[in-house]
């Protein structure tokens, strides 16, 4: 039972359903009638399926089920239904960029799954905020989970594109040609691919990169017009991410640069990177509770004992930064205090 469209694009549009007898909701993703005509735009449609459950992985939204025909019938897959907001709605809201531990909790969420596609030779290639959902989570850190959904320009080993069976067709994994993916996040070799020239693992760890600076900073490191975007990510160096966030912990910085470096074997795999942001949470942990002494949370809780720590005691739980503040130290001023407050 379909409910509601909850969103259209130039491949087609999505629906919120229910299933009758069991009244679970799924997500209904429909091929544009005209784009049904093109047998390499449905060979594509259906790999998106398989390229989306090959990994296995709870970050990534799975597919249920569908109907990807061959008669000119409406096409459509079903994937699990989403209770939650993309990741671009949370930037919008926190123009100054979010708190360093949700950056890194949600970067290390990714980079997981990502890795997981990576070791199946599967790569996304349009990594980015609206690509990314902030679901509900009680099971993981900070209660919220981030999951990678739309694989429909995915890199898919040929293995795998040979291996579906409902088709004829030829599936090209790159059938579009020229240069693919949104220019904000795409890697320098994306950006200047000409001809069919494979892109990897890499280009995902930069797309990454770009994102993490976009979410400590509140702003991409490449801003203008897509053109204009396109030849800074191959010819510019990005700014600093601590002179525009001066906030941000070095060793977090330095990372992320390292994640938007612009030769590709200068960039660390996947999984390092889950690794090195894993080493990063525990020196930035997710919230204040885990760090904090008993007598600094009494200190809080009753602000008026200790002078030093009352106008800290508004700060909302996940912001670490405040942590160790005590007499005689100098509290954040300016751009610094908005972010705490």
Not at 28 to 53: S, W
Not at 111 to 117: F, P, R, Y
Not at 164 to 182: A, H, K, L
Not at 260 to 285: C, F, G
Request: hydrophobic share 40%; net charge positive.
């Amino acid at each position: 039972r379909v409910i509601r469209e909850v969103g259209r694009g130039g491949m087609g549009a999505v629906y919120e359903a229910e299933h009758r007898e069991f009244k679970s909701r799924v997500a209904i993703k429909v091929l544009h009638p005209r784009l049904a005509q093109d047998p390499q735009i449905l060979a594509r449609f259906r790999l998106e399926a398989i390229a989306a459950n090959v990994p296995q992985h709870p970050g990534i939204a799975r597919v249920l089920g569908g109907r990807v025909p061959t008669d000119g019938s409406l096409p459509y897959i079903v994937m699990e239904y989403l209770d939650g907001k993309p990741l671009r709605r949370r930037l919008t809201k926190k123009r100054e960029g979010l708190p360093e531990a949700m950056a890194i909790r949600f970067g290390k969420q990714v980079a997981d799954a990502l890795a997981a596609a990576h070791a199946k030779k599967i790569v996304h290639r349009d990594i980015k905020p609206e690509n990314i959902m902030i679901v509900r989570d009680d099971a993981v850190p900070g209660g919220e989970r981030a999951k990678v959904l739309d694989f429909g320009i995915a890199a898919v080993a040929v293995e795998i594109a040979a291996s579906e069976s409902q088709s004829d067709t030829q599936v090209n994994t790159s059938p579009f040609g020229g240069v693919i993916g949104t220019a904000a996040y795409m890697a320098p070799e994306q950006c200047q691919r000409i001809g069919h020239a494979p892109i990897d693992d890499k280009a995902d760890v930069y797309s990454l990169g770009i994102m993490l600076f976009e979410m400590l900073a509140g702003r991409a490191p490449f801003v203008g017009g897509s053109g204009e975007v396109l030849a800074m990510h191959i010819y510019e160096p990005p700014p600093n991410l601590r002179e525009l966030a001066a906030h941000v912990p070095e060793p977090l910085a330095t990372l992320v640069h390292r994640l938007i470096a612009k030769k590709k074997d200068e960039r660390p795999a996947m999984r390092e990177v889950v690794a090195l942001l894993e080493q990063l949470s525990v020196t930035h942990p997710t919230s204040m509770l885990q760090a904090i002494s008993p007598q600094m949370l009494q200190g809080i809780l009753t602000p008026h004992s200790n002078p030093s720590l009352a106008s800290s005691s508004g700060v909302a739980f996940g912001q670490p930064s405040t942590l160790g503040l005590s007499a005689g130290q100098a509290q954040p001023t300016g751009r610094r205090r908005r972010q705490l407050a």
